[in-house]
Structures are given as C-alpha cells and as structure tokens.
C-alpha cells in the first residue's frame, strides 16, 4: 500500500528565509509525487509533480522539488519565502487504476511566515 | 481558466438529517474524485467515477455514504444520516487520464458542520 510521512506538522520561518518541506513516500513501484498547497477554507492547487526524468522539479511561486529515490523522499524547498506562502502544505503518492491516478496524501505541514 | 465547481460552499446540519453536496467537474474530464479531509488531515479518497462508473468506493462508508455520476458529468454525494464525525470538508476533483499527466484539479470543497 501506498503511504505518505510528513514528519513536520508545523513550520515557522522569517520572511525571506529559506524553507524545506519534508516528504517521505512508501510505494511499490516508481511513484507520481505531487505538492498542494492549501490556503484556509480553500480547495488545493497543485504546486508542482514528479513523474520521471530530472529529478529537481520546478514548480509555481518559486518552488521547486527533489526526487531521491535512494531516500524515498521528495522534499519542497523555497529559497526566500513570502508572507503569502503561510498555508497548509501536503505531499501525495500517485499510483494509477487503470487510466486514472489514485492519490494517497500526507497529513500536511502547516506554514507560518513571521515578518 | 476552467474550475472543478462545488456547491454549496458551507452546510450546517443537525445530527440524523440529510445532506448532499453537488460536484460540477471540468469539461471533458472523465474521472471524478469525491474526498474528506478532516480538520488537521489530508484528504481521503471516498469514491471514484470513472465516466459514469465506480471505480473504488473502497473507503465510503456505505451504510450512510452513497455518491452517483448518472450521466458521467456531475456528480452528487449524500449522508444519510449524518454524524457529528462527519463534520469535515468534502474536496471534489477531476482530471484527464488520456493526457498522461494524472494531474487533479481540485474544486474549492464543501465545510460541512453536523451539530
């Protein structure tokens, strides 16, 4: 079974600080690896997927994604982050049904920006 | 930009009542996602239509749960009767699976509150 490990629940970094967001995955075959993010009361957009190939992913907003298959992780990282990144961030394992994608999320990292 | 559409946005309702929530997928979209996520969890896949067919519902709780896709478009979910552990945001999603990406598109979600 597919499973995904956010280790940190909450994170507080200064305005214009780097940020990294741990990711771990459990999957029995090479994964689909995905980061949302998630602003209060609001639905999820995707910020950037893995599927094959370079294994440093770019995503929106200046993000950007390591695939490390050796550790099964797939961490977030930001090298200045902004008072409006606070939010709620999740990692996902994809596998696929048949012609159709089954995610598997994690519990989400919660983000806070001090300014 | 097309969007996944959910309504309403928020419910309350009182314990053993009745209530639905309607999903409006992105044109074209074959397969449709209904999800939970419960205050402080990633969402958890409840069921999912490929067209107008289930394709796992394995975690819908189907003594109270029931979702329909009648005509492969838009779907509705029902509890009935609700519990106050169903207290929890209810994300639809949708996505392509002919474009190789198993991307989700994910709508703005329902806040139910059972009291």
């Known amino acids: 079974a597919q499973s995904v490990t956010q280790p940190d629940i909450h994170i507080t970094v200064s305005e214009g600080a780097s940020l990294e967001l741990r990711c771990n995955y459990s999957?029995?075959?090479?994964?689909?690896l995905f980061w949302y993010v998630q602003s209060p009361g609001q639905g999820l957009q995707l910020l950037l997927k893995?599927?094959?190939?370079?294994?440093l992913v770019q995503g929106i907003k200046g993000f950007e994604a390591e695939f490390k298959r050796s550790q099964s992780s797939f961490n977030l990282r930001k090298p200045s982050v902004h008072w409006s990144d606070a939010a709620e961030y999740f990692c996902?394992?994809?596998?696929?049904?048949?012609?159709?994608?089954?995610?598997?999320f994690g519990t989400g990292t919660r983000l806070q920006v001090t300014l | 930009e097309a969007e996944v559409a959910q309504s309403p946005r928020y419910k309350i309702t009182e314990k053993s009542q009745a209530v639905a929530f309607w999903c409006d997928p992105i044109?074209?979209?074959?397969?449709l996602y209904w999800y939970r996520q419960i205050l402080g969890q990633g969402p958890e896949l409840l069921v999912q239509?490929?067209?107008?067919?289930?394709?796992?519902d394995s975690q819908l709780p189907k003594d109270r749960f029931s979702a329909e896709r009648l005509k492969g478009v838009d779907s509705t979910l029902k509890i009935q009767p609700a519990e106050l552990g169903d207290s929890a945001m209810y994300l639809c999603?949708?996505?392509?699976?002919?474009?190789?990406?198993?991307?989700?598109?994910f709508g703005p979600g329902t806040r139910l509150t059972v009291t």
């Open positions: 239509f490929q067209d107008e067919s289930v394709v796992d």
């Open positions: 044109s074209g979209h074959a397969t």
């Open positions: 996902a394992v994809g596998g696929t049904t048949g012609t159709a994608s089954k995610l598997t």
């Open positions: 999957y029995g075959a090479t994964p689909y």
């Open positions: 999603a949708s996505s392509f699976p002919g474009d190789g990406t198993y991307e989700q598109y």
């Open positions: 893995y599927f094959s190939g370079d294994t």
